[in-house]
Nanobody, 121 residues
Framework: QVQLVESGGGVVQAGGSLRLSCAAS????????MGWFRQAPGREREFVAA????????SYADSVKGRFTVSRDKAENTGSLQMNSLKPEDTAAYYC??????????????WGQGTQVTVSS
C-alpha cells in the first residue's frame, strides 16, 4: 500500500512559479510510475504530467509542455512538479498518484488528497 500527501500549493500571480511535492509512505514509490492530475470545480480530472518508475522518461499534457517539469527522488521517496509561467487556467486542485505509467486517471491506484493552486491575473 502507498499513501501520498501533496503540498506546496498556494496563490500566485500569473507568470509566477510553484513547486508541488508528493511525499509517500508505506510501499516505496520506486515501484510505481507517478502521475499528476488536476481538477477545477465542476470539471473532470485531467492529466498534467507523469514520470516512469525509474524516472527515465516523462510525459506532459500539451497545455503545460515547456512550463512544467516532473521529477522524483527515490532516496526521499518523493515526487515533485515544478510549475513555471503559471496561467490563470492552471488554477485547480492538483493531485499526485501512483500506478501504471499513463495519461489516464484509471491507470493509477493510489491518490493524494490534493493541494490547491490558484493563479490570479
Amino acid at each position: 500500500q502507498v499513501q501520498l500527501v501533496e503540498s506546496g500549493g498556494g496563490v500566485v500571480q500569473a507568470g509566477g512559479s510553484l513547486r508541488l511535492s508528493c511525499a509517500a509512505s508505506g510501499r516505496t514509490l520506486s515501484s510505481y510510475a507517478m502521475g499528476w492530475f488536476r481538477q477545477a470545480p465542476g470539471r473532470e480530472r485531467e492529466f498534467v504530467a507523469a514520470i516512469t518508475s525509474r524516472g527515465g522518461a516523462a510525459s506532459y499534457a500539451d497545455s503545460v509542455k515547456g512550463r512544467f517539469t516532473v521529477s522524483r527522488d527515490k532516496a526521499e521517496n518523493t515526487g515533485s512538479l515544478q510549475m513555471n509561467s503559471l496561467k490563470p487556467e492552471d488554477t485547480a486542485a492538483y493531485y499526485c498518484a501512483a500506478g501504471v505509467y499513463s495519461t489516464r486517471v484509471g491507470s493509477y491506484n493510489y491518490w493524494g488528497q490534493g493541494t490547491q493552486v490558484t493563479v490570479s491575473s
